[in-house]
């Protein structure tokens, strides 16, 4: 049996594409010893919740040792050198003197639903039984003014601590009446207002929550909005894609408990380490793309031999996201996997601009990224370059589940 998780490891410590050495040695040196001191201070503050990682993990059937290639590989996702992989190990231990208050706004919950639905649950999921979740709407047992007087306390308690996690849009229209919440009748964006005012950083996950999503889509009758159009002089981290991936929520908590400050983000606040790269780059198919290999239409000789889906609507080469390594379903499968093309779901606007089975070419739009409004036959073979990561690897899949979901296709 080929041991898959040791070769997610050597692909993800040893790629430097991931690293920005522009950087330089001087700088990982500084970040680890800030790093180190970070996590001294959170020692020896009392945790929040009573609960051990490592027992939390062994209770399902994850080892030391597969733990530890779960921290190599997540150290290299967070585009950090391999002497950074104890103090991950480390910090997922200490994620339980950090407080989260989760809210859902204009949404349908499906990024809750992403980790509560988790049949066998990898180290990504398990590290949400770790945090200090002192709100969240789905998962309380208390309602009403008990819950209410619950998020106050938190608010008071943590004040300038917590990290603010929001869900789902936020309509504008009609003075924000659209949305209501809370025995007070609070509109969403009142609601968001108040909780973030105290926040140390407000994280929006999922597309409804980054740029509006499904509820911002033509008409638009409620004026939906992300957090990043209502929410100023705060620190804004957007992690689209519907729903999200929890790996990437895990991400970002992980890298502010190791620095205490948010991830380096692009220019639409999504994290670097996750949103730093397109599908196209490291789809399983490209090698189908650069061949000319295209689906013409659904059910065709190309469909049967997983050919690139470009024509009939992928619009992985305009899509940043890590999906294509990440995937979903305990690192199962996703989209493109199942012979569907992406639809773009962690850019803006993609429900208007992206979601139909036609290429970019008869859309009339303009690709963010330049060039691939042209018809894919006058696509240029180097227009697009494929970072070293091996196209198809697993990457963080294998090795954050853990022994248990090596399948059987890796044997020899």
Known sequence: MVDSQEMVKKVF?????RIDTNKGDAYYNSLFEKAKERLKALRAQPA?????????????????????????????????????????????ELMNRVPVIWIELQDCAGNSEAILRSSTPTVDDLLFDVLSL????????????????????????????????????????????????????????????RLSKDAAAVVAVGTCATYGGVPAAAPNPTGAVGVMDLVKGKPVINIPACPANPANMVGVVLHYVLTGQVPELDSLLRPKFAFGYRIHDNCERRAHFDAGEFVEEWGDIGAQNNFCLYKVGCKGPMTFNNCSIIRYNEGANWPIGVGRGCIGCSEPDFWDKYAYERPMADANIKAPTGGVEKTVDEFGLGLLTATTIGIGVHAVASAVAGKRTVHSEDEE
Do not use: C
């Open 48 to 92: 929040l919740k009573d609960i051990d990682m490592m027992e939390v993990v062994e209770s399902e059937g994850v080892n030391r040792r597969d733990f530890m290639k779960w921290a190599s590989a997540t150290t290299a996702t967070l585009m950090l050198p391999p002497m950074f992989t104890p103090l991950v190990a480390e910090a997922t």
């Open 134 to 193: 002192e709100f969240h709407h789905t998962l309380m047992a208390a309602s009403g003014h008990q819950a209410e007087h619950q998020l106050e306390d938190a608010m008071h308690h943590f004040k300038g601590k917590y990290l603010l996690f929001v869900e789902g849009a936020i309509p504008t229209a009609l003075n924000g009446q659209y949305g209501t919440i809370g025995p007070s009748g609070e509109t969403f964006q009142e609601h968001l207002a």
């Open 13 to 17: 410590t040893q790629n430097s594409a």
